[in-house]
Structures are given as C-alpha cells and as structure tokens.
C-alpha cells in the first residue's frame, strides 16, 4: 500500500507502520519523527527545489520512515538519503516504493566519505543539495563538516534546535552572534526559514526547532592568508566572551598583549572591543596582520 506524506505525518499510521516491521524508536539515534504534516512541503520547497526544472538532486541525512524523503522526491532528479539505522531499510522500501529516483545508504553520515558519494551518485546532477532533518547532537558536526570540507554543494537546510538557528543566523557584530555564527558566515549565508514547534514530533522533543537554509558563497568573502588563525582567533575571542577581546586573545591564544596592541592598532580595533562587536573582516585583517607578524 503507497502511503502518502500526509499519512505518513500520522501518528497512528507511523505506529503501525512501526508494529508491522517490528521496529521500536530508538532514542540513541535522536529519532524524533516529524507528525506536522506541513512542515516537509515546507522544508522540500526552499531547500533548493526552486532549482529543479533542471538535474537537481538533493542529499537527506536521516530519513526515519521517509516523510521528507517523499516530498523530496516528488520535486528533484535524484535523492540519494542516508540513514544508519538497519531497521529502517525495510520500511523505506515500502513507503519510497513509488520512487524510482530514490536511492538508500545504510551507514552513519559521520564516518561516510561524502565527497566520494556526492561525486558518484549526483554526476549526472546540475546542481545539489543537502536537506535533513537530524538527531541535533550531530546537526553541528554535520554543518560544519560540510562546509569544513568544502562539499560540492549549493545549500544546506537542516533543522536545528531553535536557539542555535538564531545564533547561526544572527547578524555578526550584534550580541546575538557567537563564534559558530562567524564561522558559518565565512561560509555561507544563512537564513532562517521558519520555526516548528516541539508538538510537531512523535515523541516530542524538550525544545522548539527551526529550519534554516545555509547558501555556500562560491568563495571566501575575502583573502585570508591562514584559514586556521582565523578560525583560533574567533574560537579565542568568544572563549571568554565577558573579557575584553584583548584579554580573551591574550588567555586563549597565549599571544603577548604587546604583539595584540599592536596588531589591533594596525587594524584600527578599539582595545576596549569584545569579540561580539567585531564584523568578519575585521577578524581577518587581525588574522593577516598577525600572520604576517611571525
Ligand atoms: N527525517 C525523518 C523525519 O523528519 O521524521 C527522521 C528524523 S529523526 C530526527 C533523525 C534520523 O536520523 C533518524 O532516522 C535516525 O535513525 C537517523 N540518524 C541518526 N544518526 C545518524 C547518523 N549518524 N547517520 C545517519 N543517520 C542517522
């Protein structure tokens, strides 16, 4: 029997789905599966399918039962999803089986080689991208993996909790922002779509969620000479974000205060800054300054 989304959103028909492959929800696995039955057209729709008169094809992470999985195949080329649970193989056979563009591998994203996967199953595709809806203690490794890595991508859109969604998408040099969002921004522009509610999942979850969308800049906004002094001293500066970034740099770099004034004079940075005050550029030309220092 073809099931649809909408039945699929069922908590009835979920459980059932469940008995009949005898098949429990495991909590390891974070699966909390979606029951609002707005909410994947919604995710389907602005996770890049706006792009898919063409060969659009999208990567899911974790699929459960294939509720988005279903919508998203209604809308690309291909959808190649990956879930590590063995048990749900069987279940996504029945509820994709109308689906010939639908290709499952079992196996946990973390320790898969994505590049490899997006090269092999996605060469016939113009254009991809990644949508998922993940168990949130991996959604940070998985966001900043793909952007870390530099995957061939052209967007991101996963749920995350609904605080992290409004760090990552803060603007940066506002109080909001954190050194995730600043990493993220060096990569991509994130958007906030929309929020869902913690009612929206069986079981529900103790926190609201939202959707976000990261659009991967198709290069550096500008020229860094080493990435990874840029990266320690955003990791740095927000360490102890209470301090003055002087101070933080100073305790989380171990760099002299002299060799910091200096740098923050050369780049016209107020010593009485906190990180949180300073835009992107302005913690690259520190980078640079710094670099070029020793
Ligand atoms: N997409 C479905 C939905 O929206 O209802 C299920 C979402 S559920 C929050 C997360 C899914 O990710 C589960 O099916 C879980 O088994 C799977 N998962 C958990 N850890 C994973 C990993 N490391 N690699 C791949 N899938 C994983």
Redesign the pocket.
Known sequence: MVLTMAELSNISTIKELLLKNGVSL?KS??????INPSV?PRMAEQCGSEATNDASGVL??????G???KELAKSFKKVVA????SR?PKILAQTLAEFSNFKLIQ????KLDLKRILAEEFADCSRVFIC????YY?TSPIIMAVLEQRLPVEALTVMVQKEAAERICARVGTRACGAVTLAVHYYAEPKLLFNVSRGS?MPAPNVDSAVIRLDIRKAPPFELKDEKMFFSLIKAGFGQRRKTLLNSLSAGTGMAKQELEKAFAACDIKGSSRAEELSLEQFASLANFLYMGD
């Open positions: 495991s696995l974070g699966q909390n599966f979606l994947c899911e992470i974790g699929p459960g039962i509720v988005l999985t990956i879930e590590l649970d749900l196996g946990d994203v973390l998922a809806n993940l168990p991996i999942f």
